[in-house]
Structures are given as C-alpha cells and as structure tokens.
C-alpha cells in the first residue's frame, strides 16, 4: 500500500472510530481516533504535522494551561489553531488533534513529559516550550532524572528552539546545548525535586531565588521575568491580570507570553486575550457539596503541586479535602505524600476521601495535622468541614470524576 492510500486510510478508520466512541457514549473520541490512525500508519503525526507550525508544550504541572493560553493568544491574532484542549496528550491524542482539523495552519499540542521524543521525532516542531520537572505518577515515568535524561539526547538529535523555565535545574540541563534557547523566569521556584546537580551529582547550592554549583552548572539568565505583575520581554514591559484564580497560573502564562514572542505575535494583545480567560483546559470547576455550599475543585497531583498550593492555603482559614485515589491515571505509588510539606497545614481544618484517604491521614496525622476526618466520599468530607470557602484538592481520576459531571 502507497503511503498516501495508508495516510487515507488511517484518517478514514481514525474518524470512524472517533463517531462510533461518541455515538456510544463511550468517550469524545479523541484517543481512539489516535490510537486506530496510528495503528495503521505509524507515521501518521508527521504527514499531519508537514507544513504547520507545531509548538509542543510539556512539564509535569501546567501544561494544559499554558497550552490553552497560548491558544487563545493564538487564535486572538486571527491564527487558526488546532490543540488537544481536552488533555489527550499521549502520542494518540496529539495525533487526533491534527487529524481533527487539517487546514488549521498551526497546531498547539501539550505532551505528556515522557512523550516528547517521540513527538520531536515525528512532529519537527517550530517551537518546545518546557515547564518543570516533577515526580508524577512513579510508576510509569519512573524518577526525573530518566525524563530529564531523554529530553536531552532527543534534544541532542532534533536540536529545536525553545521556551524553558530557567528555575528548574533538572529543564536546564535537559535543553543542554540547545543555542536557540528563550530562559524564563516565571517567579516560581520549586526544590522538591531539585536538590542534586544533574551534571556532577553533588548537591546544588540553594538559595531564596537562584541554584549554583561547584562544578560551574548555575541557574541561566532569564531572557524573559515575571514579578510584581509585569512580564518584562528584553526592552518592554507588559501589565499581566489574569481572572483565573490560584498564583501559579501566572508563571504559566509568562511561559505562554514568551512563547507568543517567539512565534512573532504583539505580547500585549496576547497578554490581553489571556487576561480574559476564566478556563483554562477545562480544569476550573466549583462542586456542590450537598448542604448547600460549593466547593471548588483543583487538581493536586504530586508535591509540587501540593507544594503551591499549601502556600495558598496555609494560614488561609480555607477548609481542605484531600481525595486521593490511586487509579492508572494517579500513579498506583502514592509514596510522594511522604515529602508533601503538610506540616504547613497545621491548624487547617481538613477531610481526606478516595481509595488513599487512609494513607493520606496517617501523613497527616505525622505532620501534626489533628483531627482529620476520614469520609467515604468527596461530598461527605466536604460536609464535615466549616465555613464557607471548601477547597477539594483531587488526584487525577478523582478531579476527572468530578468535574465532568
């Protein structure tokens, strides 16, 4: 078979299956489009991919953000976008977001940290924009060092312009040798995970805002620098107010912005269309909890993670539960809860729920955190705890649950 009746026919049956998962209600079709076109023809994203401009955004936390504001900045400058805005972004589900709409003539595709190289592969993207490096799911990405090991060597191979955070020094020596590199500094700095150099393996020298070592491997300059509110891009300064809730949506879309530089788009105007924005991937949701409150909804997923939003919560008078499950999607290793810095939450009144609501007591219970109810489901939990501002903190498959709903 010709390559072209393969791509026709890969296309064809993708779609197919895309309707039938749709008219069955077994999905939106968006994997199993992938999954069937790839199977076909395994070759299929780079046919999609030739003759746009594709950005692949990835990290361990915020890539769907980051990835629908720079969408929306995007499309806001008359740019057709195509993107995997429901999160699908395995190989299969970026596959499916080009299949989706073929004359879009730019693709913007978060991707799964441990999916990149075969991405950059396939995909020949124009731009990467890289966030942080965390510990997810341990069972199947295993530790960072192995993520941070093949970002460089397929870096190494398919050398491509980047936007990183310049915080993260496991990012920086990923990107490597990369020339044509655009360092931010989104005003987060995370040291759950960023303790040992990855050049010479000793221990890095940590301060407030920078990270140095002996062997001469330091934090690069930031090219672009959020603070106080303003995106500073070389000469100019750009106001950022964002509608969205949570601090950390800011350093998203300083990776966002800079990313809109980089592509040669108006930064103000981009951070205007940004601005505006009170969703981001589907992931901002309010719950009710059955006694006539509301809860809101954020998706807690690994410590650094928890680490942001502990720094919102503690002192805040907020109640918390913590649901935690431990499906496919949450990683079945729920070991991270140990290095989550709870002790911070003494004081706070909170309520655990999901398969892992036990475990999360007993770290609870060692971090000092007394009493804690243990309730059989979210909305029980969310009952048992006073005042009117609820936040539910959920793993993956427990936020998916309820936020579709």
Not at 247 to 263: G, K, M, P, T
Request: proline residues 5%.
């Amino acid at each position: 078979m010709s390559s072209r009746l393969r791509t026709t026919a890969a296309l064809g049956a993708g779609g197919l299956a895309s309707a039938l998962s749709r008219a069955t209600g077994r999905g939106n079709g968006s994997q199993i489009r992938g999954r069937v076109g790839l199977a076909l023809d395994p070759r299929l994203p780079e046919t999609l991919a030739a003759g746009r401009r594709v950005v692949l955004v990835s990290a361990t936390n915020g890539k769907t953000a980051t990835t629908s504001m720079l969408t929306a900045a995007l499309r806001d400058a008359g740019v057709g976008v195509t993107t995997n805005a429901d999160g699908a972004n395995l190989l299969a589900g970026m596959t499916s977001a080009l299949a989706a709409d073929r004359a879009a003539p730019a693709a913007v595709l978060e991707c799964d940290e441990a999916n990149l190289p075969f991405a950059l592969d396939q995909m020949a993207p124009e731009l990467l924009v890289l966030g942080n490096l965390s510990r997810d799911q341990l069972d199947r990405h295993l530790e960072v060092r192995r993520i941070a090991e093949r970002w460089r060597s397929e870096l190494a191979e398919h050398p491509t312009p980047v936007v990183a955070s310049n915080s993260d020094p496991n990012v920086a020596w990923a990107v490597g040798e990369v020339a044509d590199v655009t360092w931010v500094d989104t005003g987060l700095v995370s040291r759950l995970d960023n303790a040992i150099c990855p050049v010479c393996e000793e221990l890095l020298d940590l301060s407030e805002d920078t990270w140095t070592c002996a062997c001469g491997f330091h934090r690069p300059p930031a090219d672009v620098s959020l603070g106080d509110g303003v995106l500073r891009v070389r000469e100019r300064q750009v106001p950022l107010e964002l509608r969205l809730p949570w601090s950390w949506q800011r350093a998203n879309a300083a990776l966002a912005l800079a990313a809109v530089d980089r592509l040669g788009l108006d930064v103000a105007a981009a951070a205007a269309a940004v601005g505006r924005l009170d969703q981001v991937g589907n992931r901002r949701h309010r719950i009710p909890v059955g006694d006539g409150r509301d809860a809101e909804l954020v998706l807690a997923k690994n410590p650094s993670s928890w680490a942001l939003i502990i720094q919102e919560l503690a002192g805040s008078g907020r109640s918390l539960v913590i649901a935690q499950d431990d499906q496919a999607a949450d990683g079945t290793d729920p070991s991270w809860l140990w290095d989550v810095p709870f002790e911070q939450l003494v004081g706070s009144p909170i309520a655990t729920a999901g398969t892992r609501s036990l475990d999360v007591a007993v770290r609870l219970q060692h971090a000092g955190c007394r009493p804690v109810a243990v309730e059989s489901t979210v909305e029980a939990a969310a009952r048992s705890l006073p005042g009117d501002e609820v936040v539910v903190a959920a793993s993956y498959s427990i936020f998916r649950r309820l936020g579709i709903r």
